[in-house]
């Protein structure tokens, strides 16, 4: 990770850790290189960049200092106005844009924003790419074997336009309902969008897919996105599904990135649930290539377990999706993700997709008959905390030997019958510490022990 990007994008508090002025000098220094990336290839195009972002108030402060940024460094500003985060990568690749961009903070407050940035091929940004983007923003660049304090300004007919391009966005929802292979006719499905990007996508393909649809979450005004609703939020969903007697719940994240699934019965289905409902489907039918799924190391015991039993293998990677499909592309994979609702498909996507995980569970649903309850039956997830620390410094925390005695003992504690995982926030400061036993109690006292060090040492923020 960079020092301004973290594993997933530039994120901060609107005009606090991320400004205005921070969004203007990551559109020139963007704009320019791709347009230099061209001319030193021997074309005369402009670079054309993609643009996508949520429903936060400060994303549209954003949008234009990004495409000021851009226009004013030559290159062509295309904007999906809101959309989702998979639109965006989906978009870029398919269209040929040299990059593209996506504004939002995924699942965080309203206040906060991000800048996530995409390659040609739809996946996250190389880390050389972004190492390039933080040095100009600090003042100084050296690419193309020159350095550069300030890059120059296109001028006259070089100088950038913009592009409406909701037509993209269009086409990416067309996309999903393409890949509705059964109708959704009958079913009864309760949707949560975050008051984020999926409003106004979501409802259209289900929709168009037949299925009778209830909303939630689906009224942004730039100060609500994931207050109370969402994948964040999801009692809210489990509420809707079972007063309205449903089939099914989804709900997404902030930039509909994640899913995550409530059953009939108004049971939370997880990331985990979606990995070993879906792999099983894949492995009966032989498409479950290298016979692998890809988790991170936050995956639950009960899904190891489970996928055991089934015969299916695993790896785990550390915390991030981009980790997951760094492996994944690597080995060869067809599935992969977080308990957190990121979950990959790498026939369809380049990214963790909310809505495509949501269409690809109703498939499994309508193809073997099964209500998703029963889709679930045979994976136990073990009792599992999670509690976040704000602390001043992520690395001197974890550094700390007292806190690593304090991991050690509640590791040996645990044993066989359970994990201990401490490790730092890729995109907030906080240190989360996570323990998986056979009770909720020995959760809670081993969480207790290593948060209580990590705050009588000093390390917790105010």
Not at 112 to 125: F, P, Q, R, T, V
Not at 311 to 329: C, L, N, P, R, S
């Amino acid at each position: 990770m960079g020092k301004y990007f973290g594993t997933d994008g530039f994120r901060g508090e609107a005009n606090v850790g991320l400004t205005a002025d921070h969004a203007f000098k990551v559109g020139r220094f963007l704009g320019w290189y791709f347009c230099e990336k061209k001319r030193r290839a021997g074309s005369h195009e402009p670079a054309r960049i993609v643009i996508g972002k949520d429903t936060r108030r400060s994303s549209y402060m954003f949008e234009y200092a990004l495409v000021g940024g851009l226009t004013a460094s030559g290159a062509d500003a295309y904007l999906l106005h809101v959309t989702t985060t998979p639109s965006v990568a989906y978009i870029t690749k398919i269209d040929d844009f040299d990059c593209g961009i996506m504004i939002s903070a995924s699942h965080n407050p309203y206040y906060d924003n991000g800048i996530k940035l995409i390659n040609s091929s739809g996946e996250k940004m190389d880390e050389e790419t972004i190492l390039l983007v933080e040095a100009y923003i600090d003042g100084g660049v050296t690419v193309f074997g020159e350095s550069y304090t300030e890059l120059p300004y296109a001028k006259r007919e070089a100088v950038g336009r913009t592009v409406d391009y909701v037509s993209g966005r269009n086409r990416y929802i067309g996309y999903l309902i393409s890949l509705g292979i059964y109708s959704f006719r009958g079913m009864r499905v309760g949707l949560d969008c975050a008051n984020g990007s999926s409003w106004n996508i979501a409802k259209s393909v289900f929709d168009a897919l037949g299925a009778k649809t209830y909303l939630i979450g689906a009224e942004p005004d730039g100060l609500n996105i994931n207050n109370g609703v969402g994948s964040t939020h999801i009692e809210q969903l489990q509420k809707l599904v079972v007063e309205k007697e449903l089939d099914v719940g989804f709900a997404y994240d902030g930039d509909a990135d994640r899913c995550l699934c409530v059953d009939e019965k108004g049971n939370v289905v997880t990331g985990d649930h979606i990995l070993y409902v879906y792999s099983k489907y894949m492995a009966e039918r032989g498409k479950l290539l290298t016979n692998t799924v890809v988790t991170t190391v936050m995956s639950n015991f009960g899904l190891y377990k489970a996928l055991d039993e089934a015969g299916i293998g695993y790896a785990k990677t550390a915390v991030g999706d981009k980790y997951v499909y760094e492996y994944m592309q690597k080995h060869g994979c067809r599935i992969g993700g977080e308990q957190s609702g990121h979950i990959i498909f790498t026939k369809y996507a380049s990214t963790g997709d909310g809505i495509l995980t949501s269409l690809k569970l109703m498939e499994v649903m309508l193809a073997k008959k099964k209500k998703m309850s029963e889709l679930c039956e045979g994976l136990t997830i073990y009792p599992q905390l999670l509690k976040n620390v704000k602390v001043k410094d992520k690395a001197a925390a974890q550094a700390d030997p007292d806190v690593i005695a304090a991991v050690k003992r509640a590791e040996d504690a645990l044993g066989t019958s359970g994990r201990i995982l401490v490790r730092e926030s890729g995109t907030e400061p906080l240190i989360r510490v996570m323990a998986e036993a056979e009770t909720e109690e020995l959760c809670r006292e081993h969480v207790d022990n290593i948060v209580k060090v990590i705050i009588e040492k000093g390390h917790a923020a105010e």
